[in-house]
């Protein structure tokens, strides 16, 4: 029954991670997109850490010799699918999924509202409800949306290579069942503090540079833990100085882990992105789980330097084929892997923004990028 509620979870899981990152993307305010994106990232961490500290307090306390050590926190869990499924129903729909669906009025009403405040002569609605019309029109014309879609455009070919490969890239000696536990909480409360940091960046640095970063941090954290994980093993884990480094060395991965990946579909093949993305994660989380135990058993500390060279060609593969996404609109994105741009059919942008209020700023950004 266990195996089987793991199962469901799961399940359950794989459909709301692939709903909610396409929702929130699409309902942030352009400015902020970015932002909340990566601290929507960064509540993954914040429920593992939750979950490291109560098995923590549950493996320690007194009742670490009865069942409820692991039913209690198994029962916690429901807690955050009652709050998400409570709050969903107060979440407004995608204003691009009511264009696509016919329903541009209430698209229209939800960014007077959210986007607008309220100012149906804003420039920034003008803008938005041009760029999806014309770009939500345009895959309608060539009657996109099947998964064979994938394959029938160079663009499309070159995006599911990004999607399925950064699906991989991101899943790439302690005894003391305490002290793995204070570890494992550790690791999730930098994890939730650099996820948080991190976003602050994407939009100043743009996420490209950021990957690489991250790349090349987690290289350097990596080849040091095995270093120090070989001369460990080589006096028989006799140092405990040794030790606490290899500790930060774990830390410090996971802090250049925890940085955001970039969107690059379509609106018609943004929510089949998510599963090919979760595809390529899972793929990666069943070759860890059931491979690389058996290649530390076999290999011990050299089996690190298998994932150094992983590390390294994941840093490759990013710089050569990875593309810039800074102040990109979503529908921007697109005319980066398809090679072509929407004809928006706005009003000279000069003189529309010269009186812009300075939340719409971005705009003329946008319009330097985009000449």
Known sequence: MFVIGRVLIGFGNGIQITAYPVLVAELAYPTQRTHITGFMNTTGSLGSLMA??????????????????????????????????????????????LVYNNRREEAYRLLVKYYAEGNESSPLLQFEMAEIDNALEAEKAQSLGTWMEWFRTRGNRYRIFIVLTSGFIIQCGITDAKTQLLINGGTNISGVCFGIFWSFFIERMGRRPLCLIGMAGMFVAFLLLTILTS????????????????????????AFYKIAWPHVSPYNLR??????????????????????????????????????????SNFTLIYLFFPKTKRLSLEEVAEKFDGTKLDLKMMDEENAFANAPPREVYILEKSKVMD
């Open 52 to 97: 490291a500290w109560i098995t923590f307090a549950t493996g320690t306390a007194a009742i670490s010799l009865t069942t409820w050590s692991w039913r209690l926190p198994s029962l916690l869990q429901a807690v955050s699918s009652l709050l998400q499924l409570t709050l969903s129903f107060f979440v407004p729909e995608s204003p691009r999924w």
């Open 231 to 254: 001369v460990n093993q080589s006096i028989g884990y006799s140092n405990h100085a040794i030790s606490g480094a290899t500790v930060a060395m774990i830390f410090i991965f996971g």
């Open 271 to 312: 929510a089949k992105a998510f599963v090919v993305n979760g595809f390529g994660d899972a793929a990666a989380n069943v070759f860890s789980s059931f491979v690389n135990p058996i290649a530390l058993a076999a290999l011990g500390w050299k089996y690190y330097i298998v994932w150094c060279c992983v590390l390294v």
